[in-house]
């Protein structure tokens, strides 16, 4: 059999707003809440307004071949577009139903007149996991709903998610070696709510302190080592999804990040990690998608990092990035490699030093952005009345291409040090836009600054762009040898 779908466990809605079958089997689709507009602030004191966000939208199975899939949606759909757009899916409609074929497991996103409301379609390769239910080492979560809490792991623990386990609350380690969390079932941190300490009387505005509430990410791993996260879901994180500092040894292999609307949700964050990869995930995330950062007190690198072979969309802002933050003496030996950026709100690929760190051999390569739409600019909300205004003939662009060294208010938390970037590969990027984004280098002074910048092969719509100007690249103050090869 091509395809196996995934159960869902009794008490879990299943909506009514679309019906999806996948080679003649019905797939349940489940909603979750995203971002409808690009309107953030710095934690204002609360969480942020549910009418920011919307439904939108995913169905979980596994595949052996290529599969059919079917969608009816109840609103009417004059156009429909499934991305990655690399993957070359067709869609067809006749008479309200959308038909297509995905060709190999991954992650899908099928737009409908648009990309709000949106399904997600997570086709999962077929693996067998080696988890002996009668260690007391092993967590077994079977079929159903199970409320954790936050559950700390120790030395050797593996946590199985079966599927159609849905497990509600968090899951932490602290100087742990040899954990697990794996399977096909979901993590949903939908009832992980922050915690008020004190009521803050001007709210939003960064100049007054932003710590008055306690939050917990749903992955929260501290000075762990020989790390393995996969397979499952994790929806509607309260802050960070993945967050992992100081960590080595870690591997991250066919996560499905989703329905992440809240304040502060990145995806997967590396602080001051080394030794990680990342391969066949897929990351929706209101903030940054996937970051490689440094904070002082852990090991003073971020190093020999792999990303590759997965989906990103960022609702707000950057996708894959090092920075702000880097507190690191050195940032390096990082790649990020055959990646589909399939929404970018904001920066898609972005070196951003506020600090003292040096950030040096990056590699961006085999990267494909598509800006094929109508963008509303990111803006920050100045307070509760505020609404985010929409302009339907927007001719904005996010950017492409970012490495700066600045000081910031904020995130440079009062550190007169400043860091360098060098030795940074852009390397066969692709980008579909009817126009091309902008890329931005500066650097902050002469002793502090962006250097040795490669631009190895650079296309829009397939046509390789020879020229700095053509490319929409400018350089400000110093930066040197930047080569548009």
């Known amino acids: 059999m091509a395809v196996r779908i995934y159960p869902v466990p009794m008490g879990i809605p299943v909506t009514e707003d679309m019906f999806c079958q996948i080679e003649g089997q019905e797939a349940p ?157 979901m993590l949903d941190n939908s009832k992980n709510v922050e915690t008020i300490l004190y009521a803050m009387e001007k709210l939003g505005d960064g100049s007054i302190d932003v710590r008055n509430a306690k939050r917990e990410h749903t992955i929260h791993l501290v000075r762990c080592q020989n790390v393995t996260l996969d397979g499952f879901t994790i929806r509607d994180s309260l802050c960070y999804n993945v967050g992992l500092w100081g960590c080595d040894d870690v591997e991250i292999d066919n996560l499905k990040i989703i329905g992440s609307w809240r304040f502060n949700t990145d995806g997967i964050d590396f602080h001051n990690c080394r030794r990680c990869h990342v391969t066949g995930c897929f990351v929706r995330t209101f903030d940054d998608t996937i970051c490689f950062k440094g904070h002082p007190g852990y090991q003073p690198v971020c190093e020999d990092i792999v990303v590759e072979d997965c989906v990103v969309w960022c609702d707000w802002d950057h996708c894959l990035e090092i920075g702000a933050e880097c507190c690191a003496e050195h940032m390096h030996r990082l790649t990020f490699r055959n990646i589909d950026v399939i929404r970018s709100l904001d920066i898609a690929m972005d070196i951003l030093n506020v600090d003292y760190g040096t950030v040096h051999d990056v590699l961006f390569e085999d990267i494909r952005v598509e800006m094929d739409a109508v963008y509303q600019q990111p803006r920050i909300q100045k307070d509760d009345a505020e609404l985010f205004p929409i302009d339907p003939q927007s ?39 009817d126009r091309m984004p902008p890329s931005r280098f500066s650097g902050y002074d002469e002793e502090h600054g962006v250097d040795n910048v490669s631009i190895e092969g650079l296309y829009r719509n397939g046509i390789r762009l020879t020229t700095l100007a053509e490319a929409a690249v400018s350089a400000g103050e110093f930066v040197t040898a930047i080569h548009l090869e």
């Not at 004059?78 to 409609?93: C, G, M």
């Not at 997570?122 to 936050?150: M, Q, T």
């Open 29 to 185: 689709v489940l909603p979750c809440r995203v971002s409808a507009v690009p309107f953030n602030r710095r934690w204002p004191g609360h969480q942020r307004q549910i009418e920011q966000s919307e439904i939108a939208y995913f169905t979980s199975f596994e595949m052996t071949a290529p599969v059919t899939v079917q969608v009816r949606p109840k609103r009417a759909c004059k156009k429909a577009v499934v991305r990655p757009l690399s993957r070359n899916v067709h869609p067809q409609i006749d008479r309200g139903i959308i038909t297509f074929t995905l060709p190999s497991a991954g992650g899908y996103s099928l737009e409908m007149d648009g990309y709000h409301h949106n399904l997600h379609l997570f086709a999962n390769p077929p693996k067998e996991y080696e988890v002996d239910r009668n260690d007391p080492k092993a967590l077994y979560f079977g079929p159903g709903c199970h409320d954790i809490g936050i559950l700390r792991l120790k030395d050797g623990q593996t946590v199985f998610l079966d599927e159609g386990a849905v497990l509600y609350g968090c899951i932490h380690a602290e100087d742990c070696k040899d954990i697990r969390i794996v399977g096909r079932g």
């Open 395 to 433: 001719t904005w662009l996010p950017t492409l291409m970012r490495c700066a060294v600045i000081h910031h208010h904020e995130y440079s938390e009062g550190r007169s040090e400043r860091g360098h970037i060098s030795n940074i590969t852009f390397r066969n990027i692709q980008v579909l836009s």
